[in-house]
């Protein structure tokens, strides 16, 4: 069982930016497939960005060229820089593997209003 804790949310004017990190357990981290998961209150929770073992990146459409994601498998920790946050990136925010499991953590706020 992987465990992960999530951090560094908050509230963010449009356009501003915030780190998110997210610590997981596990000797093999470094083999694991990651992602960034976010989730609106009523609504499924969706895929935003990827990285594999390999450092293969993928994004969703709505997140290119503003989020970018990272590992640090030394420090067992995967990260999502995201920038010209708009009011749409407003949701919970939680890493897991990819796919995911069912060992959600408990996420993040991010809240992008003016």
């Given at each position: 069982q992987v465990q992960f804790v999530e951090s560094g949310g908050g509230l963010v004017q449009p356009g501003g930016s915030l780190r998110?990190?997210?610590a997981a357990s596990g000797s093999i981290?470094?083999?694991?497939?990651?992602g960034w998961y976010r989730q609106v209150p009523g609504k499924q929770r969706e895929g935003v960005a990827y990285i594999s073992?390999?450092?293969?990146?993928?994004?969703?459409?709505?997140?290119?060229?503003?989020?970018t994601i990272s590992r640090d498998n030394a420090k067992?920790?995967?990260y999502l820089q995201m920038?010209?946050?708009k009011p749409e990136d407003t949701a919970v925010?939680?890493?897991n593997k990819n796919p995911p499991t069912i060992d959600w953590g408990q996420g993040t706020q991010v809240t992008v209003s003016s």
């Open positions: 998110l990190s997210c981290f470094g083999l694991y497939n990651m073992s390999a450092y293969y990146t993928t994004y969703e459409d709505s997140v290119k060229g503003r989020f067992r920790t995967v920038n010209s946050l925010y939680y890493c």
